[in-house]
């Protein structure tokens, strides 16, 4: 039996595509718990928002009781890997929408940037060390300008689709959708250091 990790992420599971992640971090060994209520945001070693539709996810964020407790924790340290809405809730500015939800990360992001009919496509591109990665991208967002300190992991077709900023990462497209494992596990040191 393969040895496990000692360490707890969350997996934000109020709407969307957790249940992949879920399958990923299982498959690694590490033990993760699905957020639904704000009590379950204690003891956990890193945090998960995943994919699906971030204006519900917002509302039920906010209806949940959960915005706040979840913004502080990110602002002060707690590892955040955050895929397509996760990026869009996590972004400090929503280019063509006047609400923003979580809010941490330096950055603008473009909603549904590359149109809502032919918006889903596949690619491969290296996202800095990581070489070829499948990106699948779905409705998805882009980054249409990111802070000075805030590092560019991957740009496609001149658009920024993953980021790093200090504690967050953010991506536009869905790694949790292959079953290339690599960023995963880049997630997991983040949050075992
Ligand atoms: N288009 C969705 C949104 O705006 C994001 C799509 C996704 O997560 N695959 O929330």
Excluded at 153 to 160: C, E, K, P, R, W
Excluded at 167 to 190: K, V, Y
């Amino acid at each position: 039996m393969k040895n496990r990790i000692d360490m707890r992420i969350g997996v934000l599971a109020v709407q969307g595509a957790f249940i992949e992640h879920e399958k990923i971090l299982e498959k690694l060994g590490v033990d993760c718990v699905e957020i639904r209520q704000k009590e379950q945001l204690e003891n956990i070693d890193g945090i998960i928002l995943p994919g699906g539709e971030s204006t519900v996810q917002g509302k039920l964020l906010r209806a949940l009781g959960m915005l706040e407790p979840l913004t502080e924790m990110i602002k002060n340290g707690l590892p955040v890997l955050a895929t397509c809405a996760g990026l869009i809730l996590l972004s400090e500015q929503l280019e063509n929408d006047t609400t923003s939800h979580i809010a941490t990360l330096p950055v603008v992001v473009r909603r549904n940037a590359y149109g809502r009919q032919l918006g889903s496509f596949n690619t491969r591109h290296d996202m800095k060390d990581i070489k070829d990665f499948p990106m699948v991208f779905i409705r998805a967002p882009y980054i249409v300008a990111a802070s000075d300190d805030t590092d560019v992991l991957a740009t496609v077709d001149d658009h920024i689709v993953a980021v790093r900023h200090n504690n967050q990462i953010g991506l536009s497209f869905h790694p949790e959708l292959t079953d290339d494992t690599r960023i995963h596990e880049q997630f997991i040191r983040l949050a075992s250091s």
